[in-house]
């Protein structure tokens, strides 16, 4: 419940502090006098936009700040998504700096609006005197229904289904654009791989070839000066290894005086072994050199292959192109994998609607199965408010397919009179009649949640002081249960109050300002005998004002 609510230089409040207390709290006061700037305030705390216009002094920060127990109300795992300390009693802080920046904290740590937000509305409802267009949000409606109905944490399994169910058919309708647009692409990135797979295309190859083409190019020239090369070392006896053989016996011959004179002999020995080798390895290169020109013509081609397939892909050299065809390799396997991707995804649909629709069946039956306990709690209260000809219906048609709600579409209808046709609220109930059917809903809300507290700008806009009355009474019980909070500005709802707040405007010599004051039991008689009263009021409208405070 809110505890606190201090105000700092916000509309027409310098500062007030207001201490609020359990049960049904009133708020009266003249128009104007700043009732609705209390709730403007507090509406900051709860993740309202910020607007600098709003600062009382614009030289200086406005502070707002609310304290609210609650201990009693599950918050903890809240607060722990959200990094936040959690504590029995919290503070919501937001500042406003002259040059319109927001800052808001939620016991000390920094928070967002969207945070700010998300809490308040686990802590506080507030029903402006606009809020009976409330009554035709079809979000409004189900929480009514799944309140009454129990189904309200079914109901958020079921979003939750629905909403991995949303999710899985966007992942096809991705699958699917990805396929359509993968079908054009398919013939011109498999006509890219096949062109590079045809080229036998491997590290080094280019050179090969290159060095293959020089050697069929000048077959002749490389024939004749390998042989001759062959000769000249060791092909007949005029040649470097006969030459050699002759220095071979000189060292030979001196070899065993000396080591060294053995080393020159040995090392000599291998040269012409080597020699020898050699001789025999370029006569058989001469034997592998053969001048083809078809084997010529067939390398050439597969070089200017290769170097269009260079040029076209704009690559540096094999190992550039071998990446690319991998990349195009990659890209046909993801097309392939579309399919097992789309037909996995079909399953995965198909289950998550089987789940679906069979939470959306047991939903649909206990809604409706709840709405006539639903129209007979509320034409029991509109009865008490006067209004005992009123019929107030619920409307459960089904849908063909799954929806965000369900299998469910709600409609709220009324009647005020006997015989009357039912019709949509907003196109047949008075604002008077609204107001009542709304206090009606949400009290019958309150009994079916555990939101800390209501809180209502003037729900007695358009009835009378008998109406008024029982309002007030159900305000009142209300109070048992959770904290009410109501501005009046009609006495028989003022008389209810367990607690009673003041809100007046006070007037120097350059400034007017607003202000807010808990009443005693006196001051109560007084301010409710003034609103009995057109002027100062009387000695009848202070009894009235008693036995009012005293029913």
């Known amino acids: 419940m809110l505890q606190h609510l201090r105000i700092q230089n916000f509309a027409l409040i310098e500062e007030t502090d207001v201490d609020l207390s359990e049960g049904l709290t009133v708020i009266t006061g003249e128009t104007g006098a700043g009732k609705s700037i209390l709730l403007g305030a507090l509406g900051l705390t709860l993740g309202n936009r910020a607007d600098v216009g709003s600062l009382h002094d614009k030289t200086k920060k406005c502070i707002i700040e609310a304290r609210f127990n609650i201990e009693a109300y599950q918050l903890q795992s809240f607060f722990e998504s959200n990094e936040l300390d959690f504590e029995a009693v919290t503070t919501i802080r937001r500042e406003i700096t002259p040059e319109g920046k927001s800052r808001a904290f939620i016991n000390d740590t920094p928070a967002t609006l969207a945070v700010l937000k998300e809490l308040g509305d686990r802590l506080i409802d507030i029903h402006s005197q606009h809020e009976t267009l409330l009554l035709k949000e079809t979000n409004f409606q189900f929480e009514l229904v799944d309140a009454f109905a129990e189904t309200t944490a079914l109901f958020a399994d079921y979003k939750k289904q629905y909403s991995g ?36 295309l491997k590290s080094g190859v280019l050179k090969e070839l290159e060095e293959e083409s ?52 040995e090392r000599l020995n291998s040269v012409v072994i080597e020699l020898k080798e050699l001789s025999a390895d370029i006569e058989k290169a ?4 053969v001048y083809d020109p078809n084997r010529l013509e067939e390398v050439n081609s597969k070089l200017d292959k290769l170097n269009r397939l260079l040029k076209k892909h704009g690559a540096a050299g094999e190992e550039e192109l071998l990446q690319i065809k991998a990349d195009i390799e990659a890209r046909l396997q993801q097309f392939s994998s579309l399919e097992v991707n789309i037909e996995k995804t079909q399953k995965e649909i198909a289950a998550q609607e089987k789940q679906c629709k069979a939470l959306a069946t047991e939903l649909s039956k206990k809604r409706q199965k709840a709405t006539q306990g639903i129209e007979q709690n509320i034409k029991t209260m509109l009865a008490s408010l006067s209004m005992a000809n009123a019929q107030f219906k619920i409307e459960l048609k089904p849908l063909e397919n799954l929806g965000a709600t369900g299998l469910d579409q709600v409609s709220f209808l009324f009647t005020a009179n006997k015989g009357a046709e039912f ?26 949640t555990a939101l800390p507290t209501i809180i209502f700008d003037e729900i007695d806009t358009g009835v009378s002081g008998d109406v008024a009355d029982k309002i007030g009474n159900i305000l009142k019980t209300m109070g048992k249960r959770m904290q009410v909070i109501t501005i009046t500005h009609l006495p028989q709802m003022a008389s209810k109050g367990n607690s009673h707040l003041f809100v007046y405007k006070s007037d120097t010599k350059d400034k007017t300002t607003s202000n807010i004051k808990a009443l005693s039991k006196d001051e109560r008689i007084a301010e409710i005998a003034k609103m009995l009263s057109t002027g100062n009021p009387t000695e009848t409208a202070m009894q009235n004002a008693k036995e009012l405070l005293n029913a």
């Open 165 to 200: 169910l949303q999710k899985l058919k966007r992942q096809l309708e991705d699958l699917t654009a990805q396929e359509l647009q993968a079908k054009k692409d398919l013939d011109y990135f498999q006509f890219q791989f096949n062109e590079l797979e045809e080229t036998d």
């Open 214 to 265: 020089e050697t069929l190019e000048h077959a002749e020239l490389i024939k004749s000066n390998l042989s001759r090369a062959s000769v000249a070392i060791a092909g007949g006896e005029d040649t470097i290894v006969s030459s050699l053989s002759v220095v071979k016996q000189q060292l030979q011959s001196v070899a065993k005086f000396n080591t060294t004179f053995n080393d020159f002999f």
């Open 286 to 289: 001469e034997e592998d050199v």
């Open 423 to 448: 019709k949509e609220l907003h196109k047949t109930a008075s604002g008077g009649e609204l107001s009542r059917l709304t206090l009606c809903l949400k009290a019958l809300l309150a009994e079916h």
